[in-house]
């Protein structure tokens, strides 16, 4: 086994603190990636607190994590030593039912192994992930990295970049259409980019008025302080497509009503208590309301590429390990600009 040395939370209401565990042996299709860089995903903070109720402890969160290839099996053959690698969201699934079949592992009919508060496929050995200075993963897990690419901005787009690039594929968002984005956190932020960069026109929903010019910088066309309700009532009808990232608590009627004719509203953000919808929201101008889940491997070196091409990253503040409460305070607070990386040198 090989030792490992991460941060773990040891209970939902403990500080994340030094841990020290073992991952398996490199095996014949597997890869030894020393992690660089881990980004901070509001999810690892919603699971290090037990806020969606299905913690597994001790918990080495990260999910965002981008490493140097140090070792491979016998049988791999994606990767050589010296590669940048990324490893998202999950490490395993079946590979084999209809869901895997189609590219979408992470809902695997059998079991999608996520990167942490997790298990492995036996559905037994638990899985921890990227605030650890290595991880061993199956090559068809991991993704190609562009090595020309800053690492540190590139690593939240194996999750904040996944989720937001998905649905707005999906509904084929497109030059002359206006899109929304609500909340501007890692997953809004990369949304912003991502939208503008199909060619659409962005509107920016937030809480904080603050991050107007940072918004624009982004590529957002328009900024709305949504605490302010006249500020969205000339909106009402006008949009194609509204991606909605809020962590916490809020009305989504008040966002559905804007959609026009055919529009769609895609969640994303995973607050900790259920919402409330209003069925003429979606009655009104057949609307749809809809939710994506992260996305599968294909689709998320497709999301790679696509950002290497279109020289997109994360804006992010790199931090030490010891700094991760703070970080976490800091992104509760929504005051994160706009993706907390730890730089995983600082484990050391
Ligand atoms: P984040 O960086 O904390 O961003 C969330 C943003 O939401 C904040 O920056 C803030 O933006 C806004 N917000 C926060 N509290 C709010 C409130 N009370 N009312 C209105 N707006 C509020 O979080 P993230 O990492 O982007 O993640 C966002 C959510 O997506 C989390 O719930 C996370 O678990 C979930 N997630 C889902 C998937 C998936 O596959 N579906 C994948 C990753 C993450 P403003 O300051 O602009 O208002
Ligand atoms: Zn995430
Ligand atoms: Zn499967």
């Known amino acids: 086994m090989l030792k490992t040395n991460g941060y773990a939370a040891q209970t939902a209401t403990s500080k994340l603190a030094p841990f020290e565990f073992e991952r398996r042996e490199v095996g014949a299709g597997d890869v030894l990636i020393e992690i660089l860089f881990c980004g901070v995903c509001h999810s690892d903070i919603h699971q290090a607190r037990n806020e969606w109720r299905n913690s597994i402890y001790p918990m080495v969160p990260g999910h965002e994590i981008v490493g140097r290839v140090k070792q491979v099996g016998v049988e791999v053959s994606k990767f ?19 869901n895997c079949k189609n590219d979408f592992e992470q809902f695997c009919l059998v079991h999608c192994s996520q990167t942490y508060n997790s298990t492995e496929m036996d559905k037994t050995t638990p899985t921890f992930g990227g605030y650890s200075n290595q991880i061993v993963v199956d090559e068809n897990f991991a993704l190609k990295i562009f090595a020309t690419q800053n690492l540190a901005n590139v690593a939240p787009l194996l999750c904040a970049g996944i989720t937001t690039y998905s649905p ?24 912003v980019k991502l939208a503008a960069s199909m060619g659409a026109e962005v509107t920016v929903f937030s809480t904080s008025p603050s991050k107007e ?54 969640i994303v953000g995973v607050p900790e208590k259920p919402a409330e919808v209003q069925a003429f929201a979606l009655i009104g101008n057949n609307r749809t309301l809809a939710g994506s889940g992260i996305g599968g491997i294909a689709e998320t070196q497709e999301m790679l590429d696509y950002c290497a091409a279109h020289d997109i990253t994360s804006d992010v503040e790199i931090i030490p390990i010891q700094q991760i409460e703070e970080a976490y305070e800091r992104t509760i607070k929504a005051d994160v600009r706009y993706r907390f990386v730890i730089d995983m040198q600082s484990l050391a």
């Open 168 to 191: 707005l594929k999906k509904f084929n968002v497109r030059e002359g259409q206006k899109v929304g984005v609500v909340g501007l956190g890692g997953l809004g932020h990369m949304g």
């Open 213 to 266: 010019q940072d918004a624009r910088k982004l590529g957002a066309h328009n900024f709305v302080v949504t605490k302010e309700p006249e500020n969205m009532k000339p909106l009402a009808g006008k949009f194609d497509f509204i991606l909605d990232t809020v962590s916490a608590a809020h009305d989504l009627n008040m966002y559905l009503n804007l959609l026009k004719l055919n529009g769609a509203m895609v």
């Open 80 to 98: 050589k030593e010296g590669d940048i690698a990324g490893v998202g969201c999950f490490t395993d699934s079946c590979r084999s039912c209809e």
